[in-house]
């Protein structure tokens, strides 16, 4: 079974510093995806940057850049130079080989301060 | 490019009624997957539809089912409601070819009383 495991409930980050958010997943299946999605409070998830399993090299896009250590089976999210529109609910999801299943972690919510 | 677009934004139903939730994928996906969200239990995978067949399941009873047409579009019923329903259902598309990123439509807040 596959579990993604986010152990920040919640996180607070002054603004144009440097945050970053914590993702641990478990699954026995060689290939898999891991993403990062923000939910505002209106509640629309917005994509944010996708790391393979295969990939040698971490993702990166924009001010967002996965730290990815495939040994520890972990997947963390860096966001640089925060903005206070960066205040959001942070979610990584896993999906394995089951295309169009993925497993979502309980979240972090982010609040930047001016 | 239009987005997800997910109806009704809002809906108040009656406990032991049913409903039907809708989903318009992005134009060229033909993967839909339904998730609930709840504050005490996260957002759980309910089911996913590729070209109009259902490809994965979740947990959940048989009151949660759902279709996808040829165009795409999907949608998901709930019979019987139970007030346990009260949910964001949020509804997803992707290419479906695995490993893609899906995009969200800003979901359905359903309301059980």
């Known amino acids: 079974a596959q579990k993604i495991t986010q152990t920040q409930p919640g996180m607070f980050v002054q603004e144009k510093e440097a945050v970053t958010l914590d993702c641990t997943y478990d699954t026995s299946d060689p290939s898999y995806g891991l993403f990062w999605y923000k939910q505002p409070s209106s509640g629309e998830m917005i994509f944010l940057i996708y790391?393979?399993?295969?990939?040698?090299q971490n993702a990166t896009e924009g001010r967002y850049s996965l730290n990815f250590q495939k040994a520890r089976k972990s997947a963390n999210l860096v966001i640089s130079a925060s903005q206070l529109g960066d205040s959001a609910m942070y979610f990584c999801?896993?999906?394995?080989?089951?295309?169009?299943?993925?497993?979502f972690g309980d979240g972090t919510t982010l609040t930047v301060k001016p | 490019k239009a987005g997800v677009t997910q109806t009704p934004r809002y809906l108040i139903k009656t406990r032991g009624q049913q409903v039907t939730l809708s989903c318009s994928p992005i134009s060229g996906h033909r993967s839909v997957s339904w998730y609930q969200q709840t504050p005490g239990q996260g957002l759980q995978f309910l089911f996913e539809?590729?070209?109009?067949?259902?490809?994965n399941k979740g947990n959940f009873p048989g009151r949660f089912s759902g279709r996808q047409f040829s165009n795409s579009r999907s949608e998901m019923n709930v019979s019987t409601l139970e007030l346990g329903d009260s949910a964001l259902y949020l509804c997803a598309s992707s290419l479906g070819g695995g490993h893609t990123e899906a995009f969200f439509g800003q979901g359905t807040r359903l309301t059980v009383v």
């Open positions: 539809y590729f070209s109009e067949t259902q490809r």
């Open positions: 790391q393979g399993s295969y990939d040698q």
């Open positions: 999801a896993m999906e394995n080989t089951n295309a169009g299943k993925s497993t």
